[in-house]
């Protein structure tokens, strides 16, 4: 009798060469989801923390001035202006960005209400902050 020569791979080979890819890819997607969620949760947070930045400056300030691009107030004894500056939101007495990546912002005032509006990302937004 002779003996059969094994050339290639044999079907369970095979099969669980299949299960560990899919298994590798299962996992490979499963990163990649959770990195674009926590990209996603960065940016909330970052006008999130503006938002409440900027109320807090307001709720301490004095002589509060709307016009439709910017705000100018006295905070601390010092005069600050908030307003954007390339695509981004600052409050100057130095330079401080508060949100990036903003287009078209505006403040408006109705009663005594102060509101921000800005677009990013193609969608708009409007933020009561006083």
Do not use: P
Not at 96 to 105: R, S, T
């Amino acid at each position: 009798m002779k003996r059969s020569i094994k050339n290639g791979f044999t079907m369970i080979d095979a099969l669980l060469s299949l299960l560990v890819f899919s298994i590798v890819t299962l996992c490979i997607l499963v990163f990649l989801q959770t990195c674009l969620k926590m990209l996603n949760m960065d940016m909330l947070q970052q006008e999130q923390m503006a938002v409440i930045q900027l109320r807090e400056i307001l709720s301490l300030s004095k002589d509060i001035e709307v016009q439709s691009h910017e705000l100018t107030m006295n905070y601390k004894h010092e005069s600050i202006w908030i307003g954007q500056d390339k695509d981004r939101l600052v409050k100057k007495e130095g330079y401080e960005i508060l949100m990036e990546g903003v287009k078209n912002v505006a403040f408006y005032q109705q009663d005594e209400e102060i509101f921000l509006s800005y677009s990013k990302a193609d969608k708009k937004y409007n933020v009561q902050i006083y």
